[in-house]
C-alpha cells in the first residue's frame, strides 16, 4: 500500500534537505549568501535562552601599565573587561500545505514521492530565500538585517548597546561615486576592519548586488582576481579583495558590506533550524498542514570588525 502524502513528508523531510545542497534549480530562489555564509562557518548553532547573550571583550584592561619603578603600586579595582550584547530571538515559519484531492490525484508511490519532494524543496527554498531577503534590510519582526548591524554612519543601537555613546561599537565606512574610487573605499574600509596586518578578524567575505560587483570588476580588469578556480569551472564567479570573497545576491543594493565569521554570524537555535513541525489536518477543511520553523537571529560580537563601502 503506497504511504499517504503525509507520510511521505515524514519520512522524506531529511532526504530532501541533504539533497538540496548546491544551486536551486527554481526561477526565484538562489540563496547565495546564505551559501556563502554556511560555507564560510558564519550559521552557528548554539543553545537559546530568553535571549541570545553574546560576550563581548570591549576594551584594554586600564590597570595595564609599564612601571615607572620596581616597586611601583598597581591598580587593585576590580578587572571589568567583559559586558555583552543581548539579542532577541527572532522566528520563521514556511508552511506546507496539501488538501486530500492531492491524495486523490497522486494515488501511485511515484506520484507521492514526487509531489512531496517539490512542495518540501519550495517550502525550505522559501525559508532561506526570506532569509536572505531580509538579511538586506533594517529589521523584519524582530529579525536584524545588515542595515542595522552595519549602518552607513557605523552608529546605530544593537545588541543593547547604543554606538553613539560607546564608541567601541562602531562599524566602519567609507563612499565612492563610481568605478574610478571604488577600490580606494574598498581599501579603507578593509583597513579599518582589519586593524592591523596580521589580524584574524580581517574580512573574509563581502557582498552586494550584482551592478556594483561589476562595477568593481570592470575597474579591476585585466588585474581581477578569483578565489576558487574550481567555482570558475562550474561557471560561478567569486571575486577577490585583499582577503575576502566577493559575492552578490539579488536581495541586496549598492551598499558593500564587509564581514568575517567570528564578527558577523547568523545564529540559529540548536534543534529549531528547518525544523519540521508535526503534520496537523485542518478541523474544519479537507487539507493538511506541515510547517519548517527557525529560531535565529543575526548577531556581531565586534562591530568594528564590520563595514560597508556606500553611495
Known sequence: M???????V????????????GAAENQWAESAFMRELERQGAIK???FGNQLDVPLDYRRNPGTKFLATDLETVSTSKTEVITSALYDIAELVSPIVWSTKDEVMNPSENQKVDLVEQILTNGIESH???IEDKLFET????????KTLIPDNGQSSCGGI??????MWRSQN???VDDTDIENAFTTVWNACAKGSGSKRMPTGMVSDSATQAVFEGSQTPQQRYVD?????????????????????????TDVYFWNPKSLQLRVAKGFFRKRKETQEFENANGSIGKIYSALQLVTDNRSRLGVAHV
Open 2 to 8: 503506497a504511504l499517504s502524502v503525509t507520510q511521505q
Open 174 to 176: 567609507a563612499t565612492y
Open 162 to 167: 547604543d554606538s553613539t555613546d560607546e564608541t
Open 139 to 146: 529589521s523584519t519582526n524582530g529579525f536584524l538585517g545588515l
Open 128 to 130: 532561506d530565500d526570506l
Open 10 to 21: 515524514a519520512v522524506s523531510y531529511n532526504a530532501v534537505l541533504a539533497a538540496m545542497k
Open 229 to 253: 578556480t574550481q567555482e570558475l569551472k562550474a561557471g560561478f564567479k567569486i571575486l577577490a579583495f585583499k582577503t575576502a570573497r566577493y559575492a552578490f545576491s539579488q536581495y541586496a543594493d
Open 45 to 47: 548553532v548554539s543553545n
